[in-house]
């Protein structure tokens, strides 16, 4: 175990599984306090027993876009901890899908309530135990090579993410006064439940039509950016938004026709709830 992080109190939104999962575990490994919110009961029970460290991780089931819900995550931290001093906004969902004129408007707004109203809740209130501390803090949104430019995903998704991206940027400059640094980081394709579901073999063997970089990313690598973020190491480093992409954006973003082999989001509308545990709705696109 290091201690770079220790004495350090932590919150992750959509800790159980993929890239929170493996930040909540690197997190513990540096010697923070981690208090995790999910969706996903089974999967939070889960890592909670592997992990087996209770005077070091807590869940708290958080629907991140509910305000109580997430006030009562950082409350968690607070009470139970004293935190929080590191936040990481990472809960998202795939949301809305197929063509632009078939989605449906709730969809869409579902899409946005948990990717960009969720990042700002979580702000919001780990900012304000922050600045109640005095100490500072730092916060990190899972934002994505989508919210970047066209191409990199299904469009609900990736206006949800250029949100992340804008509003880390200006959350940054508000914040600064309290010491306070905001950072996004922006993965391209990772090697997760919520990115590769069921065509995992298919996209890896198109992995070389869009991504130079000739290995798919892992959560561990995101994990790992996330640390560099939260560290010593990176104190003069805030409104940033670091690509975590294997060269993809600088190449041109191929990922929605690779992560789609079968060209679902073409035949069909629906939401896609990613790792929540909720099941994926949808519905053929009429002529498809």
Not at 133 to 158: K, Q
Request: charged content about 20%; overall charge neutral.
């Amino acid at each position: 175990m290091s201690d770079l992080l220790r004495g350090r109190v932590a919150v992750v939104t959509g800790g159980a599984s993929g890239i929170g999962r493996a930040t909540v575990r690197r997190f513990l490994a540096e010697g923070a306090r981690v208090v995790f919110g999910d969706l996903h009961e089974a999967n939070a029970a889960r890592l909670v027993e592997e992990t087996a460290d209770p005077d070091r991780l807590r869940f708290v089931p958080t629907d991140v876009t509910d305000e109580t819900s997430v006030a009562a995550l950082v409350a968690a931290a607070t009470d139970g901890f004293g935190g929080p001093d590191i936040l990481f906004n990472n809960a998202g969902v795939g949301g809305a899908f197929g063509p632009l004129v078939e989605i449906d408007a709730a969809d869409w707004d579902r899409t946005f309530a948990v990717i960009s109203r969720g990042m700002f809740l979580g702000t919001k209130h780990a900012a304000r135990a922050m600045i109640a501390r005095g100490d500072g803090g730092v916060i990190v949104n899972n934002a994505s090579v989508a919210g970047l430019g066209g191409g990199g995903g299904p469009t609900a998704y990736s206006a949800a993410k250029a949100a992340v991206v804008n509003f880390t940027a200006n959350a940054a400059v508000e914040l600064a006064e309290h010491r306070i640094r905001v950072n996004a980081v922006c993965p391209g394709l990772v090697d997760t439940p919520f990115v590769m579901g069921r065509d995992a073999a298919a996209i890896e063997a198109r992995l070389p039509t869009f991504q130079p970089w000739p290995e798919l990313g892992r959560a561990e690598d995101i994990a790992g950016l996330v640390l560099y973020l939260v560290g010593p190491d990176s104190t003069f480093l805030t409104g940033a938004a670091v690509r975590a992409d294997g060269g993809m954006l600088a190449w041109g973003p191929r990922m929605t026709e690779t992560s789609d082999p079968r060209g679902r989001t073409r035949r069909y509308t629906g939401f896609t709830e990613g790792t929540t545990g909720r099941r994926t709705v949808k519905r053929p696109v009429d002529g498809a």
